[in-house]
């Protein structure tokens, strides 16, 4: 029972250069998200998903992309990275809204930009 | 001021202490409260629901919320070095404040 994956776990970039960090999920959950949580700042939202073929800015989407093409997918991109983008990403997924319902998340991916 | 405060520690107690890890906030409207635990390099796992006020217990670990005072807490009983991690408030309202929100956790070490 994998849960929620994220690939890769860790990455340096170059200021510039464009990466993307895949989550999946085996959980056939609806809802799908990507933060980032940084020192100081705690977990903020970048992106979500409340279904297939849909996506929604949380409190943080300048500077990325998301898609969720399939429902076991939710995909994260950088299309130009920077150094304030350094930080760790964590995918979450849930059945129903977090608000209401159990997230349950990956185990981070560590993302460098020099 | 943010809307959840959650002081960061770090906290360290000795093992077989009873330890309060605690949350204040300033909306009103929320009614759903979570604690969650992330252990190092870890992602965060629930640990604690609580829909409005009130207490739940599970096991070593009790949630309280006092909506009155705009106040949660969490209390570990018989506290264990396994029990080291940074535990995270979570919270939310319902319709238009449905918005989850997080403290941003605190440290806690248990020394053996």
């Known amino acids: 029972n994998a849960g929620v994956t994220q690939t890769p776990k860790f990455r340096v970039l170059k200021t510039g250069q464009s990466m993307t960090l895949l989550c999946a999920q085996d959980m056939n959950h609806e809802y799908m998200y990507w933060y980032r949580q940084d020192p100081g700042m705690g977990l903020r939202l970048i992106h979500y998903s409340v279904g297939e073929g849909t996506t929604a800015k949380g409190e943080v989407p300048d500077g990325y992309n998301v898609s969720r093409l399939k429902k076991q997918n939710f995909l994260l991109g950088l299309e130009s990275a920077a150094p304030s983008q350094t930080s760790v990403y964590f995918c979450?997924?849930?059945?129903?809204?977090?608000?209401?319902?159990?997230?349950?998340f990956g185990e981070g991916s560590r993302l460098t930009v020099l | 001021q943010k809307e959840v405060e959650q002081d960061p520690g770090p906290l360290s107690v000795p093992e077989g202490a009873i330890v309060s890890l605690n949350c204040t906030y300033s909306n009103s409207a929320f009614q759903y409260f979570m604690w969650y635990r992330q252990y190092s390099r870890k992602g965060p796992e629930l640990l604690m629901y609580?829909?409005s006020s009130g207490n739940k217990e599970d096991g070593r670990f009790t949630a309280q919320v006092d909506k009155s005072s705009k106040y949660i807490s969490l209390f570990i009983r018989d506290s264990q070095p396994s029990d080291s991690a940074t535990y995270l408030c979570a919270m939310s309202g319902a319709g238009n404040n449905r918005k989850l929100i997080w403290g941003l956790g605190t440290s806690l070490a248990v020394n053996p």
């Open positions: 609580t829909y």
């Open positions: 979450a997924s849930s059945y129903q809204g977090g608000d209401t319902g159990e997230l349950f």
